[in-house]
Structures are given as structure tokens and as C-alpha cells.
């Protein structure tokens, strides 16, 4: 299908963000088209030993600026190459949460010397017995199938290789559909973000981060070296406003506007956080819903923990269907919902109360 024009998305952008490769540890190629992206529109660009990628854009206050920081990880749920067998078949450990059920037959690219396309292989239905067929497949199940053998395979893939699911960015209806939505789309949104700002009262730290979907690595290294004041983390939610599920069990609802943070698995949002983005997004008319998940964890956990004296964070976050899946999808205008209320939670720090806990 085609990809739309359109007056505020960037889908030509949106599109290399989905389809480029980038699992965790492996996240230069995301890095390059960020710089490519941001470097005409900040005061300094620094890669740090784990590989994020910090933007700083200056604040103009004189007196009693803050540190202000927005972080997008980078990484895209794959895997690592484990071993060779002597047919040529390749085993693989995760890098991040997959559902094992969704990946029967479907291709990914391993990363060796060169690019090489796969195909992940289970037993056949025909061949399992009835209490095999009632079990959930587990990944241990799984090979990788490149159609050569082990002679040949090994001239281009070795063992420590990453591998990413292949699939292309599309436009179906009002959606966009596509692997590594997550956290892409939030890449997307910080990077478009920084392009719009003019004069902004604080100092802020644009933060792509690696390694979310290992355990929130580099946020950690990140919020050690910049230690801010004020963090706002950038990532999708669910949506799973789908048949079959009740209306308590949807957590957010694709077009229904962005997502304000109030907890998941590892950060319950600091509430002066919630109320200065509902103001916002109440005072300029953005769409907006609230997501509180018990589960999950996102690089608002590094923010908020991670420094000498704590963070007041929060998040804002696009609703995501079949999160952790062969393809994710989201909504434009939940989409440009959440570009709306970053650039005015950037804009307007100054506004904020931040002394009443």
C-alpha cells in the first residue's frame, strides 16, 4: 500500500524507523538516522559508553534553571544467535519478551557478515500429538531455517549475531501498522519534537536510549550522567480494545488520543507530573487518556530512582495494539496527540508546580 500524504506526519521518516534493524546492543543503525535527524536543531550531541545518544537543547532562563529530561529507547525486541547445528539449522536466545506463538513461519534477517533472511520453523501441526498441540509453544521450539548448510551459513553468520523480524511499515486505514513500533514511534516523536521547539525556558536532554528490553540498561547509565530535575519517559502502551476484551481490560483505545502516564510495573508517576500534562493537554484541547497497567516497565523507572535526589517523572505514551508481536500498530491521531503535548510539556516547564508534592 502506498504511504500517504499528509500535513503533520513524517511517514517517510516513520517508515525507515520501523524497518531499520536495531536489537538490543546492536542499536547503531537507529543512532544514525537520529543524528542525522537532530543534529541541526541542538546545541550537542554525545554518545556515551553504552551507546545512548544525548541531545541537549539549551534552556533561555537565566536564573534557576532545571535539567529536564525526555528519553525514547531505541532497541527493538530480537534475538542472538546461539548455535549452528550440523544441518545448518540456527538456535537462538531472546534479546526482550516475545510471544512465542506469534513467531511460526515467520522471516527475520540475521546479521552477519552480511544480511541473511530466515525463516523460524516449529514441528508441523501434522506431526504433534493431541497433548502437544493443546500446549503453549515455548522458544526452546524454534529454529531458524536460511535454506543453507552449515558450511555455508557459517561464512556469514557466527554465533553472537543479532537477529530482528523482517516486515514492512504500512498504512491500513488510520493506523499504522509495522514491526518495532516499540519503541520506534516514540524515537519518531522525540525526534520530530526537537525540530519544532524554538526557545524553551529549561535545559533539555532529548534521550534515545539502549537496551530497554533487557532491563532498562542504558536509562540508567543515562540518569547517572545528566541527573535531572524533571524526566518524562516516551514509550507506547497498550491498547487492547479488541473483541473479546471487557472495557476495564482495555487499558487505552486506539484514536482516542495520547497516553498519560500513572503506573505500571516499575514507576507510579509523580502526580504533580500527571496534573501539569492533563492541564496542558485540557487547555490546548489534546486528545488524551490515562493508562495505569500493573505490569511492564518502561526507562521512567531509571528517572525516577536513579538519581542523588530523585525525579519527578511521568510519562506520555501511544496506544500500541499486539504489543511485543510480529507487527504492532497505532493510531495517527493518537500519534500527533502525544507530538502536541511534548512540545508544550517542553515549552511551557516553567508553568509547571513543582514544589507541591
Known amino acids: 500500500m502506498p504511504l500517504k500524504k499528509t500535513k503533520k506526519l513524517n511517514f517517510k521518516l516513520l517508515k525507515e524507523l520501523s524497518e531499520a534493524t536495531g536489537a538490543p546492543g546492536f542499536e547503531g543503525n537507529i543512532r544514525a538516522i537520529v543524528k542525522r535527524e537532530i543534529a541541526d536543531y541542538v546545541d550537542s550531541i554525545e554518545v556515551d559508553n553504552m551507546g545512548n545518544l544525548i541531545a541537549l537543547k ?4 537565566k536564573k534557576g534553571k ?8 531505541m532497541d527493538e525486541i530480537g534475538f542472538m544467535v546461539q548455535h549452528i547445528d550440523d544441518n545448518g539449522f540456527i538456535r537462538f536466545c531472546p534479546l526482550g519478551g516475545f510471544d512465542p506463538k506469534t ?6 534477517t540475521i546479521h552477519g557478515k552480511k544480511d541473511v533472511i530466515g525463516v523460524v520453523g516449529g514441528k508441523a501441526a501434522h506431526l504433534m500429538s493431541d497433548a502437544e498441540k493443546k500446549q503453549n509453544p515455548q522458544l526452546k521450539d524454534y529454529y531458524i531455517d536460511t535454506g543453507l548448510d552449515k558450511k555455508e551459513l557459517e561464512k556469514l553468520v557466527s554465533v553472537g549475531d543479532s537477529i530482528t523480524r523482517k516486515r514492512e511499515f504500512l498504512q491500513l486505514g488510520n493506523c499504522v501498522n509495522g514491526k518495532s513500533l516499540d519503541n ?6 522525540l525526534i520530530e519534537t526537537i525540530k519544532k521547539l524554538k526557545k524553551i525556558p529549561h535545559d533539555f536532554y532529548a534521550v534515545f536510549t539502549v537496551q530497554e528490553e533487557v532491563g532498562i540498561r542504558g536509562a540508567k547509565v543515562a540518569v ?12 507506547v502502551t497498550i491498547a487492547n480494545d479488541v473483541p473479546g476484551a471487557a472495557p476495564h481490560e482495555y ?12 503506573m505500571n510495573g516499575t514507576v507510579i508517576a509523580d502526580r504533580r507530573m500527571v496534573k501539569y500534562l492533563a492541564d496542558l493537554a485540557d487547555k490546548k484541547k489534546v486528545p488524551y487518556q490515562h493508562d495505569v497497567m500493573a505490569a511492564g516497565g518502561t526507562d521512567g523507572w531509571a528517572m525516577q530512582m536513579m538519581t542523588s535526589k530523585g525525579c519527578i517523572t511521568g510519562g506520555i505514551s501511544v496506544p500500541l495494539r499486539n504489543m511485543h508481536q510480529e507487527v504492532e500498530m497505532c493510531h495517527e491521531t493518537d500519534i500527533n496527540a502525544t507530538l502536541d503535548l511534548l512540545q ?3 515549552e511551557n516547564l516553567d508553568k509547571g508546580d513543582w514544589k507541591n508534592v
Open 103 to 108: 513467531l511460526s513461519s515467520q522471516r527475520v
Open 58 to 61: 539549551k534552556g533561555t532562563l
Open 66 to 73: 532545571k535539567k529536564l529530561m525526555a528519553a525514547a529507547h
Open 344 to 346: 508544550l510539556a517542553v
Open 251 to 262: 487499558i487505552n483505545k486506539l484514536g482516542a488520543g495520547t497516553s498519560i502516564d500513572m
Open 224 to 235: 547517572h550522567e545528566i541527573q535531572p530535575d524533571i524526566g518524562i519517559c516516551l514509550d
Open 184 to 189: 520506534r514511534m516514540l524515537v519518531f516523536v
